[in-house]
C-alpha cells in the first residue's frame, strides 16, 4: 500500500474511531456521570497507563523498523509481548489498594484490578497490529482500531446507563482489550505462543532502551490528571480530564492519524538512503497547515462547544479546554519527536532531552496547581514553549531540514489560521457573544472559516495544499462521486 493510501485508511479509522468515542463520551457525561465520577476514573486510568507505558515494550518500533523480518523473530517478540503483558497486569493490580489508600478513595482500588485485567489480551493484538503497520496494512488496522472502539463505547454507554458509575468505564476497557485481540488475530495471525525466548539479545536490548524512554515520557504526559486529583479535588481532575481529553480527540480527529503512516514510510526511506529532510518539512507543512486552524477554533469556540455537547454543569471544562488547545500548537509544529530519533539511532540523546522534558511538565504543572484548575491549564501553555525550544535544535540536526523554509511554512499556516478563525471572531464581536452564541450561528461561522481557509491555502501557496488535494481525492467517496460524474458525461 502507498503512503497516501495508509494515510487514508489512517484518516477513516481515526474519524470513525472519533466519532464514536465523542458520542459516547458526550451522552455519558450529559446522562449518567457527574465530573467528580468520571474523575475517579481518569486517576485509575492514568495510573495504570503510567505502568501500561511499557506495554509493547517497543515492540511495535521495533518490528516496524527492521529491515528484514522472519517468522522465528515474530514468534520472539510474540513471546516478550505475553511476558510483559503479565508483569503490567500484575503490577496494576498490585497498585490498586496502595492507590486507594492514597487517594482515600475506596472505589479505586477494585476499579484498578478491573483495568489490569484488560491487560491480560494485549499479546493478541500487539504483534498482528505491528506486523500490519509494517506492511502498511491500514485498512486492517483501520478494521481492529474501529472495532475495539465501538466494542468499548457499548459496553460504557450499557453499563453507565444500569448504574454501574465508574466502574462502566473500566469494565469497557476490558471489552476492548478483547475485542482489539479477537479482531487482530482473524485479521493477522501471529498468537503468543509457541514461547520461544532464544535469540533475544536485539529485541531486549531496544526494548529496555525504548521503556525508559517511554516512562519517562509517561511521566510528564500521563501523570497530569494523579497530579489534579492529588493536590486538588476530583471535581477538578473530572473537569480537566474532559478538557485534555476532547483536546487530544479533536487533534488526532485533525491530524488524520498520520504519524502512524509517516513511521515505517521514514524507515523505508530511512533504507534507500533517501534525505529525510524534504520529506519532514511536508509533514511540518501538514500538520501545521490543518491542525493550527483546527486547534484555534476550538480554543475560540470552547464555551459553546462545552455548552452544546455536556451542559451547564461542565462549563469549567470551557477555560481549560481554551488553554490546553492552544498548547497543541507549539507541541505539533515538530512533529515526529520521539519516531524519527529512535528510527535514526539516537536514542540516548532522546533519553537525556525527554528527561528534561518530564521535569519541565510536571515541576510546571504542579507550580500551576497553587491557583487552582485554571492554572493547572495554564502551566501547559509555558510547558508547549519550552517544549518547543528544547527540541528545536535537536531534530533541525537530526534531520536535516531548510530552517528558513521551515519558517516560510509557520507563516503561511498562520495566515491561514487567521483567516480561518475570523468569522467565528467576527460573530463574537458583533452579533452573539460566546454565552449566547447559537448553534446554526456557530455552524456558519465554522463553515466561513473553512472556506476562508481554504482559499488562503491556495493564495499563499502553502506547500500542504497539493497532499491535501490528494488525500481528499483518495477518500473512497470521492473517487465513488467522481465515478459517477464521469458516467454522467
Not at 109 to 124: E, K
Not at 148 to 159: D, N, P, R, W, Y
Not at 229 to 246: C, E, P, Q
Not at 404 to 416: H, K, V
Amino acid at each position: 500500500m502507498s503512503v497516501r493510501g495508509a494515510a487514508v485508511w489512517a484518516m477513516v479509522a481515526q474519524y470513525a474511531s472519533f466519532a464514536i468515542q465523542f458520542a459516547s463520551s458526550v451522552i455519558i457525561s450529559r446522562f449518567f456521570m457527574a465530573p467528580a465520577e468520571v474523575g475517579l476514573f481518569s486517576i485509575a486510568l492514568a495510573a495504570a497507563l503510567l505502568v501500561a507505558i511499557l506495554q509493547d515494550f517497543g515492540l511495535s518500533r521495533y518490528i516496524s523498523g527492521l529491515a528484514e523480518l522472519d517468522r522465528d523473530e515474530v514468534r520472539r517478540c510474540s513471546s516478550v509481548a505475553l511476558l510483559f503483558s503479565l508483569a503490567i497486569a500484575a503490577a496494576i493490580a498490585a497498585l490498586a489498594w496502595p492507590m486507594a489508600a492514597t487517594y482515600r478513595q475506596p472505589d479505586l482500588g477494585p476499579i484498578l484490578a478491573i483495568i489490569a485485567a484488560s491487560y491480560l489480551f494485549l499479546p493478541l493484538s500487539v504483534v498482528p497490529m505491528a506486523l500490519m503497520a509494517r506492511t502498511m496494512q491500514f485498512h486492517r488496522l483501520a478494521a481492529v482500531n474501529v472495532g475495539a472502539a465501538a466494542i468499548q463505547a457499548g459496553v460504557a454507554l450499557t453499563l453507565a446507563a444500569l448504574g454501574f458509575s465508574s466502574f462502566a468505564l473500566a469494565w469497557a476497557t476490558v471489552a476492548a482489550g478483547i475485542g482489539r485481540g479477537l479482531i487482530a488475530q482473524a485479521l493477522r495471525p501471529a498468537p503468543p505462543w509457541p514461547l520461544r525466548f532464544d535469540s533475544l539479545r536485539e529485541v531486549l536490548s531496544f526494548g529496555t532502551r525504548s521503556s525508559v524512554l517511554y516512562l519517562s515520557g509517561a511521566l510528564g504526559t500521563r501523570t497530569p490528571d494523579l497530579i489534579v486529583g492529588k493536590l486538588l479535588t476530583l471535581t477538578a481532575v473530572g473537569l480537566y480530564s474532559r478538557a485534555t481529553s476532547l483536546s487530544d480527540q479533536f487533534r488526532q480527529l485533525i491530524s488524520g492519524a498520520i504519524g502512524s503512516v509517516m513511521y515505517p514510510a521514514f524507515a523505508r526511506m530511512r533504507d534507500r538512503g533517501e534525505p529525510l529532510g524534504p520529506a519532514y518539512l511536508r509533514v511540518c507543512a501538514g500538520y501545521s497547515a490543518v491542525i493550527w486552524p483546527g486547534m484555534t477554533g476550538l480554543a475560540l469556540a470552547s464555551e459553546p462547544i462545552v455548552r452544546l455537547l455536556y451542559g451547564e454543569l461542565w462549563m469549567g471544562v470551557a477555560p481549560l479546554l481554551a488553554m490546553i488547545a492552544l498548547t497543541e500548537l507549539m507541541l505539533v509544529a515538530l512533529p515526529l519527536v520521539i519516531d524519527l530519533p529512535i528510527l535514526l539511532g539516537k536514542l540516548n540523546r532522546l533519553l537525556a532531552l525527554n528527561l528534561v522534558d518530564t521535569l519541565l511538565s510536571i515541576s510546571l504543572l504542579a507550580i500551576g496547581c497553587l491557583w487552582g484548575v485554571e492554572g493547572a491549564a495554564a502551566s501547559r501553555l509555558i510547558y508547549g514553549a519550552a517544549w518547543l525550544c528544547l527540541y528545536a535544535r535537536f531534530i533541525h540536526r537530526l534531520v536535516g531540514f531548510d530552517a528558513r523554509a521551515l519558517l516560510a511554512i509557520y507563516a503561511r499556516s498562520g495566515a491561514a489560521t487567521l483567516v480561518a478563525v475570523t468569522p467565528l471572531a467576527l460573530a463574537y464581536l458583533f452579533w452573539m457573544p460566546p454565552a449566547t452564541i447559537t448553534f446554526p450561528v456557530l455552524l456558519v461561522a465554522v463553515a466561513l472559516g473553512v472556506a476562508g481557509w481554504f482559499a488562503t491555502l491556495f493564495i499563499v501557496r502553502h506547500p500542504a495544499l497539493d497532499d491535501l488535494l490528494g488525500l481528499a481525492a483518495s477518500l473512497p467517496v470521492i473517487r465513488v462521486i467522481g465515478r459517477r460524474l464521469a458516467a454522467l458525461h
